[in-house]
């Protein structure tokens, strides 16, 4: 049925649910899984001209954070998968616009579903990152099994 499931994730309590749903359903069909962290990039265009040269090693430090935090939720799933005995790669793509990041790694990686959750962190932005999955949904051609 399913040889290649992408489990995008962003390390929420619901993402998390999604990725033990999609790790068991790889292990009972006997599928493998790609985890992806989608990450922004940075807009320098958001710092005053004047500010650019002193705020380029604070950009710096907060991508070396945000790719050692996506790194270290890739590495959970991954001892998931390695404790249910499902093969895993881990996967971290930059993309201003997340659901492009999962359509398009889907895609290069012959994945022939997604399983992800109805929406990512809590708050303001749940609404937000409740569109990335609205915008899966109506962007991609490979099915999406949506956890909440």
């Known amino acids: 049925m399913y040889r290649h ?5 962003d390390g929420s309590e619901l993402a998390g649910t999604a990725v033990r749903h999609g790790l068991a359903l790889a ?3 006997g599928a493998k899984v790609t985890a992806l962290t989608v990450e922004g990039s940075f807009d320098v265009y958001t710092v005053p001209a004047s500010r650019v040269y002193e ?7 907060h991508a070396e954070r945000a790719k050692a935090h996506a790194q270290k939720i890739l590495d959970s799933v991954a001892e998931q998968a390695r404790a ?4 895993c790669e881990t996967v971290q793509v930059e993309q ?7 359509i398009e790694t889907a895609e ?3 994945c022939d579903l997604i399983v992800m959750a ?6 303001i932005a749940a609404i937000v990152l ?19």
């Open 55 to 61: 705020m380029s090693e604070a950009f710096a430090l």
């Open 84 to 87: 249910a005995g499902v093969v």
């Open 5 to 9: 499931i992408l489990i995008p994730t």
């Open 130 to 148: 409740g569109s990335v999955t609205t915008k899966v949904l109506t962007h991609t051609k490979i099915p999406v099994l949506v956890c909440h």
């Open 27 to 29: 292990k009972a069909v």
């Open 118 to 123: 109805s929406h990512g962190r809590s708050g």
């Open 108 to 110: 290069q990686r012959g």
């Open 96 to 102: 201003d616009h997340a659901y492009e990041g999962i």
